[in-house]
């Protein structure tokens, strides 16, 4: 696995675990660094 993969991985890793702690609720201003098209972009085929 190259090194902007292993990034990438650990970036979706702490989106989930943002979005799993806000339990759908609206995050705080200011919290979310990541943006939409981030979130969204699929993951890279290994």
Excluded: F, N
């Amino acid at each position: 696995m190259k090194r902007q993969e292993r990034i990438d991985r650990i970036e979706l890793m702490r989106t989930y675990i943002r979005i799993v702690e806000a339990d759908r609720s609206p995050p705080p201003q200011g919290r979310w660094t990541t943006t939409q098209a981030t979130v969204s972009r699929p993951p890279a085929v290994p």
